[in-house]
């Protein structure tokens, strides 16, 4: 199992404190979706491999660092991935983008796609997987799903927030995948939603409901 790693940087909490706040404004929100999400690609992308290449400083030849691999792939699920999509390609203005159309039928809480489309050569990729909320897991699943039925191999996923029971469903079902989350919250309600967690992601960012 890949594991779980929780982002508890007290700026990444901050920030997140004040998202869950319901008094926070949607313009308010979606800045600080953007903002986090720059932490957040920070540790998820703090292993990656370094090779180097010759370059002229203004004063002499080096051997300077730099990535090493193919481009990453940042794979958002619609809609409210977008709002970490953003502030990461910010960070990696170079990475290839994904876009993973789901929605959760809110009486069966499975998801349903409306639209997929990937960079075709997804095997020898890293692909993060991006969407601030990990509930049922019935999202995160079906788009992991879909990115190996694509020929991805080497995937992890980043989120905000993370209910345990989403968070169990996801390591049983997809245990090569390693979670990036701000945060595990406490519990799924009723309807599948994360408490005490920040309610409906994609209507807080875009106004919706
Ligand atoms: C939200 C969220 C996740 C999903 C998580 O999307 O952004 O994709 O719910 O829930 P799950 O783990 O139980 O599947 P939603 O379906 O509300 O769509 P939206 O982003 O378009 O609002
Ligand atoms: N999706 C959301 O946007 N929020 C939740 O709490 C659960 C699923």
Excluded: W
Excluded at 48 to 68: F, G, N, Q, V
Excluded at 148 to 170: D, Q, S, V, W, Y
Excluded at 181 to 194: M, P, Q
Aim: charged residues 25%; contains cysteine; neutral net charge.
């Amino acid at each position: 199992m890949k594991g779980v790693t929780v982002v508890n940087h007290p700026l990444v909490q901050h920030k997140l404190t004040i998202m869950r706040d319901k008094e926070t404004s949607t313009a308010g929100f979606r800045r600080l979706l953007r903002e986090i999400s720059l932490l957040l690609c920070y540790e998820v992308t703090r292993d990656l491999e370094l090779t180097t290449r010759t370059i002229e400083t203004p004063m002499m030849t080096m051997e300077a660092p730099t990535l090493e691999g193919k481009k990453l792939v940042f794979a958002s699920v619609l809609r409210a991935g977008n709002g970490l999509l953003d502030g990461m390609l910010d960070l990696v203005p170079a990475a290839r983008v994904a876009h993973i159309g789901l929605y959760r039928d809110h009486d069966t809480l499975q998801a349903v796609e409306y639209f997929f489309k990937a960079p075709s050569n997804l095997a020898d990729r890293l692909v993060i997987v991006v969407d601030p909320m990990l509930a049922t897991a019935n999202s995160a699943i079906a788009a992991i799903d879909k990115l190996k039925e694509r020929g991805a191999t080497n995937i992890r996923f980043l989120c905000l927030l993370a209910a345990p029971e989403g968070i169990e469903r996801f390591t049983s079902a997809h245990p090569d995948v390693a979670v990036f989350t701000a945060s595990i919250d406490d519990k799924l309600n009723e309807k599948g939603y994360i408490l005490p967690g920040l309610g409906d992601a994609g209507d807080r960012m875009y106004g919706t409901k």
